[in-house]
């Protein structure tokens, strides 16, 4: 972590130059979204920046924690590392992938048979999908379990969501403490039948330590919902004096968004089944760089093939964040802070009031 870097920081320009020590400068200014350091003095932000176009005053640095830091990384990584499927690169892995699970009703129509087997079928594609995201260690996996707006659905097929979720939880609990899997869950649980949401509480309660892998469940989930939640806290933050208006923030929307119970809150690699080309509402603020992958596959049909075949798309992708292109391998290696620089052209002892306002 940052803090940690000094007195002899690895912090390298993209030029390839080492510099050292950090710059010293305002916590304000670094203050950016996404991954937030545990350090007082600096927030960093996991974004490749090779392809920024350097000028004085405006430049991009990569950020590589200390050696130490690396060493343990390294340790943890060989003690626990997953058996990756021969076509894909350990390297270019998303650390976090969310499903629109699409399809289901679509499945059982095909089949003759009733909707709530395509929900089962459903739920065996999921556990499959957990058990892939485990074995190939990727960190988080959310999937879209339940929209605000599926509850307008027959009030029949509602229910039946409703006790799958239920019997999965009920099912799975020793499974998720066995395999150390967290869960969390995203959404308006207040909305669930109190049977239901006591259950997801203890779960969530249950797992919270385990740390090999994160399943993050979106129930009663839209998110539209979560950046209004996110909204009223902060609101009630100003209203109660504990923080002003300005200092509303890219981190601080993060940080109240219900994503924050992940490390990793912003996913990689969005999939979504069925051959629909929409989000629908889906993690609007964290999507906002994630990379899409749409299966023409229905949900039920969605296994080890077809998700190797969007991770190995995933892989091939480059990563723009907005600016210069970057391969997922890059984009998973490096941490950028963003510094704005001022040159001044008298020496330390002449700055004045003057050159300090101009710069
Ligand atoms: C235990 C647990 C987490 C269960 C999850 C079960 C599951 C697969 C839920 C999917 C929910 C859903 C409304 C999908 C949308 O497609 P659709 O099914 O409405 O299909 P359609 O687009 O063909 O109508």
Excluded at 110 to 125: D, I, Q
Excluded at 267 to 281: A, F, K, Q
Excluded at 305 to 324: I, M, N, P, V
């Amino acid at each position: 972590m940052i803090s940690s870097l000094s007195p002899q920081p690895l912090i390298k320009p993209n030029t390839g130059t080492t510099l050292s020590p950090i710059p010293h400068v305002q916590n304000q200014r670094f203050k950016l979204a996404s991954h937030v350091c545990p350090s007082e003095l600096l927030s960093i932000r996991k974004r490749p920046g090779s392809a920024c176009a350097a000028t004085t005053q405006h430049r991009r640095y990569l950020l590589f924690p200390a050696e130490e830091e690396e060493e343990e990384r390294e340790v943890k990584f060989t003690s626990d590392a997953p058996a990756l499927a021969e076509e894909l690169q350990r390297e270019s892995m998303p650390r976090h992938v969310a499903v629109i699970m699409d399809g289901n009703r679509r499945w059982a129509h095909l089949r003759g048979l009733p909707v709530g087997s395509g929900y089962e079928a459903g739920v065996k594609s999921l556990k499959t999908l957990v058990e892939l995201c485990c074995k190939w260690g990727i960190r988080v996996l959310t999937v879209f379990a339940f929209s605000s707006d599926n509850w307008f659905r027959p009030e029949v097929e509602v229910e039946f969501l409703m006790s799958l979720l239920e019997s999965g939880v009920k099912e799975e609990k020793e499974s998720f403490i066995r395999e150390r899997i967290r869960i969390s869950v995203i959404g308006d649980t207040s909305k669930l039948p109190k049977r239901l949401e006591e259950l997801v509480i203890n779960v969530v309660e249950t797992t919270k330590n385990n740390t090999r892998f994160q399943l993050i469940v979106a129930v009663s989930y839209s998110g539209q919902y979560d950046l209004v939640q996110a909204c009223q806290r902060i609101a009630m933050k100003v209203k109660d004096g504990l923080i002003e208006p300005n200092d509303v923030s890219e981190s601080l929307i993060e940080q109240e968004l219900e994503t924050n119970c992940t490390e990793f809150p912003y996913p990689d690699l969005l999939i979504r089944t069925s051959g629909e080309l929409r989000i629908s509402n889906f993690m609007l603020w964290q999507l906002a760089y994630t990379e899409l992958f749409f299966s023409q596959s229905l949900w039920p049909d969605f296994g080890e093939a077809e998700f190797l075949e969007a991770l190995k798309s995933f892989q091939q992708r480059r990563r723009h964040y907005g600016s210069g292109g970057v391969s997922s391998e890059f984009a998973n290696s490096c941490y950028v802070v963003y510094i704005e620089l001022f040159f001044a052209q008298s020496p330390r002892p002449d700055f004045s009031e003057a050159e300090f306002l101009e710069s």
